[in-house]
Nanobody, 130 residues
Framework: HVQLVESGGGSVQAGGSLKLSCVAS????????MGWFRQAPGKERERVAT?????????SYADGVKGRFTISHVKDKNTVYLQMNSLTPEDTATYYC???????????????????????WGQGTQVTVS
């Protein structure tokens, strides 16, 4: 079982920045891909960024956030971050931190990109850009 607690959401003007944090409680020895997803009213939950549990942390981003958002993982703090820059109103959504099983291939973890593949979720944090 994994517990995830997000923080850092808020209201900003277009062009501004926010940094989201997700503190994960994971049993020792368990390995998960971590991801940030978002869901706007009336829309499905969509991937924003994922990071693998590999030592280097392989990162993957949705096309719409590449170059603006950065995911990172500080393992000794069990915390995953999402730095969001150059925010636009289209980024307005509830942001969720998720943990899911990856697939080990050729010594590297391949992380799923779809929300249903993630088994554990935080409570969500609202980001509003005006």
């Amino acid at each position: 079982h994994v517990q995830l607690v997000e923080s850092g959401g808020g209201s900003v003007q277009a062009g501004g920045s926010l940094k989201l944090s997700c503190v994960a409680s994971v049993h020792p020895g368990q390995t998960y891909c971590m991801g940030w997803f978002r869901q706007a009213p009336g829309k499905e939950r969509e991937r924003v960024a994922t990071i693998s549990p590999d030592a280097g942390g392989v990162k993957s981003y949705a096309d719409g956030v590449k170059g603006r958002f950065t995911i990172s993982h500080v393992k000794d703090k069990n915390t995953v971050y999402l730095q969001m820059n150059s925010l636009t109103p289209e980024d307005t959504a509830t942001y969720y931190c998720g943990a899911g099983r990856g697939t080990l291939y050729a010594g590297l973890w391949i992380c799923p990109t779809s929300a249903p593949a993630y088994n554990f979720w935080g409570q969500g944090t609202q980001v509003t850009v005006s």
